[in-house]
Each structure stands twice: as structure tokens, then as C-alpha cells.
């Protein structure tokens, strides 16, 4: 039985934290949201997002996609690259760590969706950061979820050409002239912003995780899932997704979402951190789609300053 499970310990002395810098020119750094990330030659490796830079949100800001890009060392430094993002400012994004580096695909520049994608890899010799075109994807895509095995690339879900999407793609870095191949879809609702993960079976081989997410109903509702599924990598275009355990450690009184986290797969397990509490994020979608003129705008004023911890935001390291 393969079941979910809290790390032993989450406390904040066996974590070791480090801030990225100011980007250039700039005094602060506000820190971003859904940026290009993954690890390239032993340097982590983090691109884009999106932040704030003149007011917070909860006082009418505007959000704002970032092209800085930054490196932390085995030293545990981080530094800034002077190279920006090849295609401009990009935010939310699909990332996915490769044996050539890491592969970046869609995002949003803040006006449209994306479909672009390229490799980036960091070159320890030079002390930078190279890129590479890879082709399109068919759809635009974002909030999705990506995982890198070897030189196989698998992106799945988030929003396809405009729409939540359970669409599931796959591109073979060592034949990227063949293009992405389309495979069976994920089960369940569409949805955006889950985790995803590939974790070793033993003599199964490699499969491709996904969990959670905001799914979006035919009638349009949205609801925080705590649904998984796996993918046998091996069976390539004739593979069919199969039920993984439910977000819901032993122990636990009731199912995580984990939308908006994030995971990582170490061997045979997967690491999951983060992700909204499943019911605040339904009241929110559901108050925000029910209130209208300043009934909407005081909802909005009230849950954007909101103390922090009233999120109930997952700070549970999970183990599948």
C-alpha cells in the first residue's frame, strides 16, 4: 500500500534558509511568484515570476512579470545574472529538470498566454546561464505542472490554450524535431496550479505524478481537488493514467489540496510542500463569484489583508 505521510520534522532549525538579492538596479527584492526553476549542473537555477513592485495587491496594485534570473551555488550563495529570459518578462510558467538542463515552457508576459519553450542550463566554466530554442507546445500553456526523466519532458494540465486543461504532452530532448506528442489526458476535472512529481517503482520503472490543483466543473465552478494519479512512463502513448492515494496523511482529519505547492521526486517517494487550505481557497472562489459591486470590493479589501495565518496554508513536508 502506498499511502501519504508529514515528515518527521518541519521545524525551522532543520531548514536552512537564504534570500535571493535586489534585482539590479533596485534596492529590495519583493520576491516572486511561479517563476522557471530547476537545478542545471549543480546550480539552482530560478527565472521570471511575478511580483508587485509598486503597491501590494490588497492595496490595488498591479502585477507585474520579471526577466531577472538568478543562480545559488553548491556554496550557497545566491547570485544575479546579468543575462535576462530570452523572450522578455515571463510568469507562471511550466518547469521541468532534465539531464541537459532545465526545459521552460508558456507562462504569460502579462498580456497573452505563451506556447514558446527553450532549455536552460547553467555552464559552470563561463559562470552563466546558456539557452537553447526547443519547439512550441501546440497550446498556449500556464499554471501547469512539468518533470523532467532523463531527456523525456512531461508537461500536463494548468490552462491550454486559454482553458483549464487536463491535456498531458511529452517531448524527447534527444528527437525535439519530432515535436510534443500528445497523450491520454489526465482523469478527473480539468485544473490548474497542481504539483507533479516522477518517482522510481522498483522493477516498474519511473511514473509521472500529479495531485491537487483548483479544478474547474462543466457548470464553471472551481473547487480545491485532493485527487492523484500516476502515469507509466515506459508505456509512452499507449499508457493510461491510474488512481494514486488521495492528499491525505496518515493521521491527518482531512484531504490537502496542495494547490499551489510544489514537489519534488527523490528516488521512490515524492516531497511536497505548500498549497492553499482546501477551504478557505473554495469559500474565496465562491464568495468572489457571488458578490457583486462593493459587496465584492469589501470581500476583496477583507481576504487580501487578512492576517497570514488565517490562510491556513500547508506547512506540512508530505511524503508519498
Not at 70 to 79: D, K
Not at 307 to 312: E, H, L, T
Amino acid at each position: 500500500m502506498i499511502a501519504w505521510a508529514a515528515a518527521a520534522s518541519t521545524a525551522a532549525k532543520d531548514w536552512t534558509r537564504s534570500a535571493l538579492p535586489p534585482p539590479p538596479g533596485e534596492t529590495k527584492q519583493l520576491g516572486v511568484a511561479r517563476p522557471f526553476y530547476g537545478v542545471s549542473n549543480g546550480a539552482l537555477l530560478l527565472a521570471g515570476g511575478s511580483n508587485f513592485p509598486d503597491a501590494p495587491a490588497s492595496e490595488g496594485g498591479t502585477k507585474a512579470c520579471r526577466d531577472e534570473i538568478y543562480v545559488r551555488l553548491p556554496s550557497g550563495q545566491w547570485q544575479t545574472i546579468a543575462r535576462k529570459l530570452p523572450n522578455g518578462a515571463v510568469a507562471e510558467g511550466v518547469s521541468a529538470t532534465t539531464a541537459r538542463g532545465i526545459v521552460c515552457v508558456g507562462g504569460t508576459d502579462g498580456r497573452r498566454d505563451l506556447a514558446e519553450a527553450f532549455l536552460m542550463a547553467w555552464d559552470p566554466a563561463a559562470g552563466d546561464v546558456t539557452f537553447a530554442p526547443l519547439p512550441r507546445l501546440p497550446k498556449t500553456i500556464r499554471m501547469g505542472v512539468g518533470a523532467g526523466w532523463r531527456t523525456q519532458v512531461l508537461i500536463a494540465c494548468g490552462e491550454q490554450g486559454g482553458a483549464p486543461s487536463n491535456g498531458f504532452w511529452h517531448l524527447d530532448l534527444d528527437r525535439p524535431d519530432a515535436g510534443w506528442t500528445e497523450l491520454p489526458p489526465l482523469p478527473g476535472l480539468p485544473r490548474s496550479q497542481p504539483v507533479g512529481a516522477i518517482a522510481l517503482r522498483g522493477a516498474q520503472g519511473p511514473a509521472f505524478y500529479v495531485f491537487g490543483g483548483g479544478g474547474a466543473a462543466h457548470d464553471g465552478t472551481l473547487a480545491a481537488l485532493t485527487d492523484g494519479y500516476s502515469f507509466d512512463l515506459a508505456a509512452g502513448a499507449s499508457g493510461a493514467w491510474r488512481p494514486a492515494a488521495p492528499v491525505q496523511p496518515v493521521g491527518s482529519p482531512k484531504p490537502i489540496s496542495l494547490l499551489g505547492g510544489s514537489a519534488c521526486g527523490l528516488g521512490s517517494v515524492i516531497i511536497c510542500a505548500g498549497g492553499f487550505d482546501n477551504e478557505v481557497w473554495d469559500e474565496a472562489v465562491r464568495e468572489l463569484g457571488r458578490l457583486r459591486g462593493e459587496e465584492l470590493a469589501a470581500y476583496r479589501r477583507d481576504y487580501l489583508t487578512r492576517p497570514v495565518a488565517d490562510y491556513r496554508w500547508n506547512r506540512r513536508l508530505l511524503v508519498y
